[in-house]
């Protein structure tokens, strides 16, 4: 998929708590994340932030969340030309 999409950077995230925010993304975030911390030979870790976010009703059973947002980079070499996949923005219905 990085190939194909010419997929440079990607951003996940992890809960503090352990606790992920269900959305329909949810199985993409996870493994997304999970490729990127157990790939130091393709994955660079360009820069790590603690976002919290406050909601205003608990209706998720919690009413606050402290997550890790992560920008990586892909190390490896990337075929020249437009990408052949679409790029999916999560939770946008939108596709570069």
């Known amino acids: 998929m990085i190939q194909k999409g010419r997929i ?13 925010i269900q959305t329909k993304n949810t199985i993409e975030n996870v ?3 999970s490729f990127a911390t157990a790939s130091p030979a393709l994955m660079e870790l360009v820069s790590k932030s603690q976002v919290s976010v406050q909601f205003t009703q608990a209706t998720r059973g919690f ?8 920008v990586w980079r892909y190390k490896g070499e990337l075929p020249e030309g437009p990408a052949e996949l679409g ?7 939108w596709t570069l």
Not at 8 to 20: F, H, K, L, S
Not at 87 to 93: A, D, K
Request: charged share 15%; aromatic share 10%.
């Open 63 to 70: 009413d606050k969340v402290s997550m890790n947002v992560f």
């Open 31 to 33: 493994l997304t994340h």
């Open 8 to 20: 440079r950077y990607i951003i996940t995230c992890d809960c503090d708590n352990g606790t992920w």
């Open 87 to 93: 790029v999916p923005i999560p939770n946008t219905g």
